[in-house]
């Protein structure tokens, strides 16, 4: 029998798993993503987009099967493909969202997103989209911002400030 303390630990601990526990733990994340000191840079030429794309990274290594059906069913990429960047290119997570987000909101196929960053990587997002032809601009980058709040709200998570 587990000692007294124990035993309330656990009965707290199902408590808060039963209160939402889940909603903790995503919020839990937004703060960590926030603390950190960032690895991942975008560098969209966005602030805003820079920002949530480097916390969808961070939602992605906790959560990388709802990463992969959000981007898959509401950026219109086959699942396989999707997962293949994520697990045998070790893409970053804020990068395969991006390409597919921007790839559907310039009219594109994601592969297309995915062959110019490739190709222009080292200097970031913005250079590929000064790239693209006809280049993307706030339009474009408007849709991306608006497929990130539907994400979150999918996700039920809060949008880190």
């Known amino acids: 029998m587990l000692p007294r303390r124990a035993r309330l630990f656990r009965i707290c601990c199902l408590i ?3 209160c939402g526990g889940n909603a903790l733990a995503q919020s839990a994340l937004v703060v960590e993503a926030g603390s950190e000191a960032p690895a991942y840079q975008p ?10 794309l480097r916390d969808i990274d961070v939602y992605a290594t906790r959560y990388p099967d709802s990463f992969v059906d959000e981007v898959s069913r509401y950026g219109e990429v086959p699942r396989d493909y999707v997962q293949a960047l ?3 290119q070790h893409w970053q997570a804020g990068d395969i969202y991006f ?19 490739a190709q ?3 200097a970031g997002w913005k ?12 339009r474009e ?3 991306v911002r ?8 999918h996700w039920a998570r809060p949008l880190p400030d």
């Open 16 to 18: 808060v798993l039963a």
């Open 43 to 52: 560098v969209t030429g966005d602030a805003w987009i820079d920002r949530h």
């Open 86 to 88: 994520l697990d045998e």
């Open 99 to 117: 390409a597919c987000m921007l790839a559907k909101a310039t009219a594109q196929p994601c592969r297309a997103l995915v062959r110019a960053w």
């Open 120 to 122: 222009a990587s080292e």
């Open 127 to 138: 250079d590929v989209l000064a790239g693209l032809q006809p280049p993307a601009g706030k």
């Open 141 to 143: 980058l408007r849709a």
């Open 146 to 153: 608006a497929s990130i709040e539907a994400s979150y709200t």
